[in-house]
């Protein structure tokens, strides 16, 4: 938890003045930076290489927690439809509890769409439903940002390595 605070310390106590306690904490400092970091990517490198990514169990995830995050969108649809904000809010939080209820102490699946299509209250938002629960909505400028991120950043920096990049490295821990 140290590793930081002592290389700022000494640098703040004796300006680096290469005395001999500046010199005993380079030693230990900087060594011990330099194992923590060979450990830690060690790590990742192994979690990364054994990471096995499973799109429907995302995609059933989403599914399972979109409509509660669409809630606002929702408020927000039917106050635009002329809807009173706090009535809205108070009919979404009636049903979201329900259906969260179902889903935490029943062990079922999320509800919560099909209760708001059959309450008439959301009748003004029925047919917009899909809509503002489309998952892409949620994500603001994410996908433009990683990939503006690879294409500027981690391209030209792997570029000098590729030819090292190919094939796979095995970790023994």
């Excluded at 900087?30 to 990471?51: H, K, P, S």
């Excluded at 998952?135 to 990939?147: E, I, K, S, W």
């Excluded at 503006?148 to 590729?162: G, K, N, V």
Aim: charged share 25%.
């Amino acid at each position: 938890m140290t590793l930081v605070h002592d290389p700022l310390n000494t640098a703040a106590n004796q300006w680096m003045e290469r005395t001999l306690d500046d010199s005993a904490n380079r030693r230990i400092a900087i060594a011990e930076a330099f194992l923590t970091a060979d450990a830690l990517l060690g790590t990742m490198q192994n979690v990364f290489e054994g990471l096995v990514v499973y799109p429907k169990v995302i995609e059933r995830r989403i599914r399972q927690e979109l409509p509660f995050m669409a809630t606002e969108n929702i408020i927000m649809a039917m106050v635009k439809s002329g809807g009173d904000r706090q009535e809205c809010h108070e009919q979404i939080r009636v049903l979201s509890q329900q259906a969260g209820n179902r889903v935490k102490q029943e062990g079922e699946d999320n509800d919560l769409v099909e209760r708001i299509k059959q309450s008439a209250y959301f009748a003004p938002v029925h047919a917009k439903l899909e809509l503002l629960m489309d998952p892409a909505t949620f994500v603001g400028r994410a996908p433009a940002q990683v990939d503006r991120f690879l294409q500027e950043e981690m391209e030209p920096a792997l570029q000098p390595y590729t030819s090292d990049l190919e094939g796979r490295s095995h970790l023994t821990l």
